[in-house]
């Protein structure tokens, strides 16, 4: 199985300056994204921060054996999925909650050092593809999918508060769309010291694909829309034609998409 991505940022066509940060390292299996928030000085440096820590503690743990993650009981709370059911969660998701929960010390701890720093925080949506599995952690309102046999599956829910508003059937799904306070987030990376990461695993195959992208993106296109786009294009075309539609739908915002495709890696 080999792992081929590409990625791409963009800075919309309503801001200055661009807070998304992403990775993408296939050598690695580690792929993020993250939606800076902190204006000019800050929400750049919580997204740069936030993914940086990541792949160091990633690489780290590679190269020294995950089997010495450290491992612990998932905090309460946590999204209802099969990691939930576990006592302990397996090393590859214990790894990436450990690593966001890192990162958000890390950008805490600087922002109360620095005055013009105050407030800063960021998303952070982390794939790690461990084996034969696809591994999630996932704070803010980034998004991952899968997309498998011409459809789009979401895998992260939003911490929003448009999204709890839905959920407790305060708000239509349509409202929520015209919303002018989707961007309001209700948790994100180094705004609190600590943070609660929801974990997801998925197994993956050959010919499946994952998405991560920003709200940039995730605001303007439905699932279907990106089944759509990935089944009529060129996974190479994909994030540049996300990001055009998603300018000519407003291009409110930073857009960021990350693609990975699952090949096959034998040789012909």
């Given at each position: 199985m080999k792992l081929i991505a590409w990625g791409l940022t963009d800075v919309g066509r309503k801001r200055d300056h661009n807070e998304d940060t992403f990775l993408a390292e296939p050598e690695l299996?580690?792929?993020?994204?993250a939606d800076g928030m902190g204006g000019h000085l800050?929400?750049?440096?919580?997204?740069?921060?936030?993914?940086?820590?990541?792949?160091?503690?990633?690489?780290?743990?590679?190269?020294?054996?995950l089997a010495q993650v450290k491992i612990q009981t998932l905090p309460p709370?946590?999204?209802?999925q099969s990691l939930a059911k576990?006592?302990?969660?397996?090393?590859?998701?214990?790894?990436?909650?450990?690593?966001?929960?890192?990162?958000?010390?890390?950008?805490?701890?600087?922002?109360?050092?620095?005055?013009?720093?105050?407030?800063?925080?960021?998303?952070?949506?982390t794939l790690f593809v461990y084996g034969e599995r696809a591994f999630l952690s996932?704070?803010?309102?980034?998004?991952?999918?899968?997309?498998?046999?011409?459809?789009?599956?979401?895998?992260?829910e939003d911490h929003s508060w448009i999204h709890e508003q839905v959920k407790a059937g305060l708000l239509s799904v349509q409202d929520a769309r015209d919303s002018k306070f989707k961007h309001i987030i209700t948790r994100s990376v180094g705004f609190?010291?600590?943070?609660?990461?929801?974990?997801?695993?998925?197994?993956?195959?050959?010919?499946?694909?994952?998405?991560?992208?920003?709200?940039?993106?995730?605001?303007?296109?439905?699932?279907?829309?990106?089944?759509?786009v990935?089944?009529?294009?060129?996974?190479?075309?994909v994030p540049g034609l996300l990001v055009e539609l998603a300018n000519e739908r407003g291009g409110e915002d930073?857009?960021?998409v990350v693609l990975v495709y699952v090949a096959n890696d034998a040789p012909a």
């Open positions: 299996g580690l792929f993020a994204v800050g929400g750049d440096r919580a997204s740069r921060m936030a993914v940086e820590i990541v792949r160091r503690e990633v690489d780290r743990a590679r190269r020294n054996g709370g946590i999204d209802a576990l006592e302990t969660p397996p090393p590859p998701a214990a790894l990436l909650r450990e690593a966001t929960r890192a990162a958000s010390t890390a950008i805490y701890d600087l922002a109360q050092a620095d005055p013009q720093l105050q407030g800063m925080g960021t998303t952070l949506t996932h704070v803010g309102d980034s998004r991952a999918y899968l997309y498998r046999d011409g459809k789009v599956q979401q895998l992260t609190e010291r600590d943070v609660l990461v929801d974990l997801h695993h998925v197994a993956i195959g050959l010919g499946d694909c994952l998405l991560l992208c920003s709200d940039g993106l995730a605001n303007y296109l439905e699932p279907a829309e990106l089944a759509s990935l089944t009529a294009h060129y996974y190479r075309r930073n857009i960021t």
